[in-house]
């Protein structure tokens, strides 16, 4: 199933373009049309992201981020902000209030979905937390050609190593000549 994302907009028009937006790239889009149920439904929801818009009647985005944060069970959800009036200064607060990102209205439709998306691929690696796995494996995850691959297809394990060094090859299997990573 597709994560799950609660839409925070007074604005139905607005609203309605997030979700679908959202529906369209096999997300669970829910949407909270009134500010001060937004709490209460992301306690139920559970989202892993969720879109606040800034501008709207009863309780501000800005309030809301501050809540969310300080609340512990619901603090960790990123928050992506929206808002049509990017005075300077606008992004700091929302920053400072907690959000992880923030998104200027009219949206663009591609950023739109790139700032969700790498949100929350950044609350993703939060929580696995581990030690670079990968890396410390010694598997070639940096180098910039897909050669490594198809040389370890070849060669697999050194089993079909033509000429191993003498006397090296009793002590340590695989110890054919690497396939050169540069
Ligand atoms: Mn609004």
Not at 10 to 36: I, M
Not at 105 to 116: D, N, Q, R
């Amino acid at each position: 199933m597709g994560q799950k994302i609660l839409v925070v907009e007074d604005n139905e028009l607005n609203l309605k373009l997030f979700c679908d937006l959202l529906r369209a790239h096999a997300y669970v889009a829910e949407p909270v049309r009134d500010g001060r149920e937004a709490v209460a439904t992301a306690r139920t929801f559970v989202p892993d992201l969720i879109v606040m818009d800034i501008q709207m009647p009863h309780i501000s985005g800005l309030e809301l981020i501050e809540q969310i944060k300080a609340d512990g069970e619901l603090a960790p959800i990123p928050i992506m902000a929206v808002t049509a009036y990017a005075a300077k200064g606008d992004e700091e607060r929302i920053r400072d209030a907690g959000a992880e990102g923030y998104v200027s209205k009219p949206i663009s439709v591609l950023k739109f979905v790139e700032a969700v998306r790498s949100l929350l691929d950044a609350a993703a690696a939060r929580v696995a937390e581990e030690p670079a796995p990968a890396a410390a494996a010694g598997a070639p995850a940096e180098t910039e050609s897909p050669e490594p691959e198809t040389q370890e297809a070849a060669a697999p394990e050194g089993e079909a190593a033509p000429e191993a060094p003498d006397g090296a090859g009793d002590e340590e299997d695989g110890t054919a000549p690497a396939p050169d990573v540069t």
